[in-house]
C-alpha cells in the first residue's frame, strides 16, 4: 500500500521550531514532487512548501519564506519540513502530498504539485500559541 506518514507536529510556543516528517510507505520519493499544504480552522487550504523531481525546483509560500526548508532524506524515504520563528498564523494541520511516480516524471515539479487535487491523509497538526 502506497502510503505517506505525516509526523512532528505539536504546541510550541512563538518563535519557537518544529520539524515535520514525511515518510513514504510502500514506494520510493524518487521520481514524485512532494510538500506540505496547509489548513488553519475556518481558512482554505494552502501551499506551504514543495521540493520537486523533475526540474529540481522548489516552493515556499510568501508567508513561510526565510523560515521554512524543506529537505529530503533518500536513505529514509522521508521528506522534512524545518520550521523555525513560528507564528501563531503557523497554526494549521499540515499535509503531505506527492506528485508525479516513476511513469509520470513529468509531472514531478513543483509548477503540478501546486494544482493538486488527490485525496489527503490525516495530517499533523501544528499549534503555535503561548
Known amino acids: 500500500q502506497l502510503q505517506l506518514v505525516e509526523s512532528g507536529g505539536g504546541l510550541v510556543q512563538p518563535g519557537g521550531s518544529l520539524r515535520l516528517s514525511c515518510a513514504a510507505s510502500?514506494?520510493?520519493?524518487?521520481?514524485?514532487?512532494i510538500g506540505w499544504f496547509r489548513q488553519a480552522p475556518g481558512k482554505e487550504r494552502e501551499a506551504v512548501s514543495c521540493?520537486?523531481?523533475?526540474?529540481?525546483?522548489?516552493y515556499y509560500a510568501d508567508s513561510v519564506k526565510g523560515r521554512f526548508t524543506i529537505s529530503r532524506d533518500n536513505a529514509k524515504n522521508t521528506v522534512y519540513l524545518q520550521m523555525n520563528s513560528l507564528k501563531p498564523e503557523d497554526t494549521a494541520v499540515y499535509y503531505c502530498?506527492?506528485?508525479?511516480?516513476?511513469?509520470?516524471?513529468?509531472?514531478?515539479?513543483?509548477?503540478?504539485?501546486?494544482?493538486?487535487?488527490?485525496?489527503w491523509g490525516q495530517g499533523t497538526q501544528v499549534t503555535v500559541s503561548s
Open positions: 502530498v506527492k506528485e508525479g511516480g516513476p511513469h509520470f516524471t513529468y509531472q514531478a515539479t513543483c509548477a503540478t504539485w501546486l494544482d493538486y487535487s488527490g485525496s
Open positions: 510502500g514506494f520510493t520519493l524518487d521520481y514524485y514532487a
Open positions: 521540493s520537486g523531481y523533475k526540474d529540481g525546483s522548489s
